[in-house]
């Protein structure tokens, strides 16, 4: 009789954890629960014949009813803060550091010696051709590594820039690893995203204006901020799937309210630094100067003729703002994004007032090598 | 479809038992026979093709067989059998490993016909083959009935792994089966621990294993390529071994006892210990239909040898089309041979660790060669595992991972070794009613937790 009772319990509550699970999934795909928990909900894959012989609808639809069972990312939360709690802090190629910082992970990573090499070879050619400057900026990774997870890879950035430095002189080599040091206790990097905040690029404004050559820096205030969103959750929390409480977000008061254009890609013309409609985007870092363009021309309100060419990612987007007053134009390209030969775009701005800037995040640009290889 | 996905667990299974519970008697076999075509089906419908036609053959073929029995007609259908069903695993299966083999090796350009493998093929050919063979030896007689033969081959719980089933250890159930509750929750305890091994251990231990494929072997430190090592051993124990218990959790369900396949392997003492504790039912089909049949009794050292070492390269082979598993195969042979010709004796006087050392070092060097896919890879792998790649002792990345996952290597070494067994005899060995009152409690809700912990992880981890 017991042995029985036994039985009966056990298959009892082994039926209603698997029917329970069961109805969840299957009212919520009825359409009779409507929280999936996401803004636009995975389409159903496509029915074809070929699909349906190639087996292709099935492995589509499998993933799509683990994408679409109900309250997908509150699952995939418990799953992570468990993980967490467990110990893991590598998810989908982000490492969960200290004081809640997010690093993209170098795991399996290596970069080659052959695209440090090609990388030194291109800065010292755009020295030798254009005269250009040469501004990498230490990522987060470098500068925060105290908040690394223990052992993690890392790209080691110092010996790199001394290379830079090395290869293209100091007067053409603007450092910045110091003085990020020297602030690293502040906010000038996004917890949540790969890219230095306006704090930080103000302190690297006063870095670049010194090697600039130019009479006087135009002065921004601190206390002067604006205080853009409290709010801003970068693009790793989203791919890791974790809630963030988010942080602060904020521009320096002079940059705003410029009369300032900026076509991109020779298509589309907007006015303004800045772009609100980014802050509920993938990446809100499109907030300065937006995001995914290959070209952006900057006009200014300077009556100066001077032209500024910036070979950057959106790293530079937020720097951009600050040296704006200092040209009438402002070249920016990014790679990431560029369709032609960058080479040849850099040859067709040269003119006698244009000057070059290479302002990237040190791991994006010698990653641009890496793809070659 | 597969063990471990969402539409099987909670939209297949639910819905095909309250199906089989609701048939009555012998319209379970129909039932059972839809759902597993079904099964089938999801994935990959082209792979039914090959099925089918060996399905119709081999029940042909043993009724033919039966009709001439004792005559030479017999023999020439058995050998025609035969004939096709290795065809139709040729064709389906292996040709363009085959193909790529004699490309390679010929400078030929035939082309390859770039079918894939069908799911199971390997496990429904074993059983077809060996239901003629016994039909032809008179072991059992040939099946009448369609639908229990369709049945007994297309049976989805052990399709995807095994374990493999032979029609006589079946029949009987196929025809008039009963049902017990003790059956059916020992079943449903099977199923929600082979989930759990699956879902939660097998897994991981694959993505860890996929991390550290990530640094070249040749730049792997020891303790790295050793971390590898135990990853893939993991992943592989735990797949296999998880989806055994959920096929022979199924067929409990359903009323069938299907042989266990895996007896805690990494627990051995030799080689020859851990191959008779690994997928015991291809084991021992392939000693009754090949090896057998290759050497019978009394038959010379040299062709016991030879007939020894193609058994163990075929279950490679078995395994997939890959010349790495066939070298696997040949590994574990050259070991077991040894320690029947002298090595055993050795052993013999070692203390019980030692041994185990021994066995699960070479284990693991055969896991090697059936990780990678490549035979240059495996021994830049084995060269950095043993101290000749950079010579590293330790390396940052070895330090990351084993943080990283720390709790799969512990509870993958509890759960392949037998403690969780032994823990539990002898809290029911014990004689106060507290130890027994927490075997019982544990016995009861460790199924449901693993299941709730594999359905959470399932649903979790797409996002």
Not at chain 1, 124 to 133: F, G, R, V
Not at chain 1, 214 to 219: A, H, N, S
Not at chain 2, 365 to 386: H, K, P, T
Request: aromatic share 16%.
């Amino acid at each position: 009789m017991e042995d029985k009772k036994n039985d009966l319990f056990t298959i009892g509550i082994i039926a209603v954890i698997l029917l329970t699970f069961a109805v969840m999934d299957l009212l919520f795909q009825a359409g009779l629960i409507h929280s999936a928990g996401t803004k636009t909900p995975d389409p159903l894959p496509v029915f074809t014949a070929r699909s349906f012989l190639n087996g292709k609808y099935f492995e589509d639809y499998d993933a799509y009813s683990v994408k679409s069972f109900y309250k997908g990312p509150q699952w995939s939360k418990l799953v992570r803060g468990t993980e967490i709690i467990l110990g893991k802090r590598e998810f989908e190629g982000i490492l969960l550091g200290r004081k809640n910082t997010y690093f993209e992970s170098r795991s399996g990573k290596k970069t080659g010696e052959t695209a440090i090499a090609e990388s030194l070879d291109f800065l010292e050619k755009l020295k030798t051709d254009y005269d250009a400057k040469v501004m990498l900026i230490p990522t987060a990774d470098e500068v925060w590594k105290d908040r690394l997870p223990a052992y993690a890879a890392y790209f080691d950035q110092e010996e790199y820039l001394d290379s830079v430095m090395e290869r293209v002189g100091e007067d053409h080599y603007v450092a910045l690893l110091q003085t990020l040091n020297e602030h690293k206790s502040e906010e000038i990097y996004y917890r949540t995203a790969p890219y230095w905040t306006s704090l930080a690029a103000y302190y690297g404004y006063y870095a670049w204006w010194e090697k600039s050559g130019k009479l006087f820096p135009y002065y921004y205030d601190l206390d002067r901020k604006i205080l853009v969103t409290n709010h801003f959750v970068g693009p790793f929390v989203k791919r890791v799937g974790m809630e963030d409480r988010g942080e602060e977000m904020f521009i320096l008061k002079e940059t705003e309210g410029k009369q300032v254009t900026v076509c991109y890609d020779d298509r589309v013309t907007i006015e303004g630094y800045y772009r609100p409609e980014y802050l509920d985007a993938q990446n809100p870092c499109g907030y300065y100067l937006g995001d995914e363009f290959g070209v952006a021309k900057i006009q200014t309100e300077s009556q100066r003729k001077n032209e500024l060419v910036v070979i950057g990612d959106l790293n530079a987007n937020v720097m951009i703002p600050l040296m704006a007053p200092h040209y009438s134009t402002i070249w920016l390209i990014n790679p990431n994004y560029y369709q032609g030969d960058v080479m040849e775009f850099l040859a067709e701005q040269k003119g006698e007032d244009t000057e070059y800037l290479v302002l990237q995040g040190v791991l994006d640009f010698v990653e641009l090598f890496d793809v070659k290889e | 479809m597969e063990f471990g996905s969402v539409v099987f667990i909670l939209r297949f299974l639910p819905a095909f038992f309250i199906l089989y519970y609701l048939a009555p008697g012998r319209t379970k076999n129909v039932v059972l026979l839809l759902g597993s075509l079904c099964f089938y089906a999801w994935g990959e419908p082209i792979c039914l093709l090959p099925m089918v036609l060996s399905a119709c053959s081999d029940f042909i073929h043993a009724l033919l067989i039966e009709k001439y029995r004792g005559k030479g007609t017999a023999k020439i259908l058995l050998s025609s059998a035969l004939f096709f069903d290795m065809c139709l695993l040729f064709f389906f299966g292996y040709a363009d490993f085959f193909i790529e083999t004699a490309n390679g090796l010929f400078g030929t350009r035939l082309i390859q016909i770039g079918f894939p493998l069908p799911v199971g093929i390997t496990v429904y050919t074993l059983q077809t083959t060996s239901y003629v063979i016994d039909v032809y030896r008179g072991k059992i007689p040939a099946g009448r009935n369609l639908l229990e033969y369709a049945t007994y081959v297309t049976m989805f719980p052990q399709l995807p792994i095994g374990p493999i089933v032979r029609y006589r250890d079946l029949s009987g159930a196929l025809k008039n089966r009963k049902m017990n509750l003790h059956q059916i929750s020992g079943g449903a305890k099977r199923i929600c621990v082979g989930l759990a091994k699956k879902i939660l251990i097998a897994d991981a231990a694959g993505k860890l294993w996929s991390e550290i494929q990530l640094t070249a072997p040749g730049e792997m430190s020891i303790a790295l390529a050793w971390l590898g090592i135990l990853a893939f051993a993991f992943q592989i124990y735990f797949t296999f071994s998880g989806y055994s218990d959920v096929a022979i959790g199924l067929g409990a369900c359903m009323g069938f006892s299907f042989p266990e396949n895996f007896d805690h392997p990494y627990a051995a003492r030799s080689v020859t210990d851990f191959l008779s504790r690994w997928n015991m039912a291809l084991t021992g089909w392939m000693k009754e239909y090949f090896y057998q049949a290759v050497a019978p009794e009394k038959s010379g050292a040299i062709r016991n040898t030879i007939a020894f070492v193609l058994t163990w390269g075929l279950i490679g082979l078995w395994y997939g089309p890959d010349w790495t598993f066939v070298l696997c195969g040949f590994w574990m042979a050259l070991f077991y041979l040894a320690e029947r010709l002298f090595l055993g004796k050795v052993l013999r006087f070692l203390p019980s660790i030692l041994r185990w050392i021994y066995a699960m070092l070479v284990v693991a060097i055969g896991w090697v060669f059936f990780a990678l896919e490549d035979v240059a890879d495996v021994m830049i792998y084995l060269r950095s595992a043993f101290g000749m790649g950079t010579g590293a002792i330790l390396d940052r990345r070895f330090l990351f991972l084993t943080l990283e996952y720390f709790p799969l290597l512990v509870f993958g070494a509890f759960f392949s070794l037998p403690v969780v067994s032994r823990l539990l005899s002898k809290l029911e060995n014990g004689r106060n009613g507290m130890s027994i009152a927490a075997t019982r409690f544990l016995e009861k809700v460790y199924p449901a937790v693993c299941l709730l912990l594999a359905l959470t992880y399932l649903v979790g981890r797409g996002w």
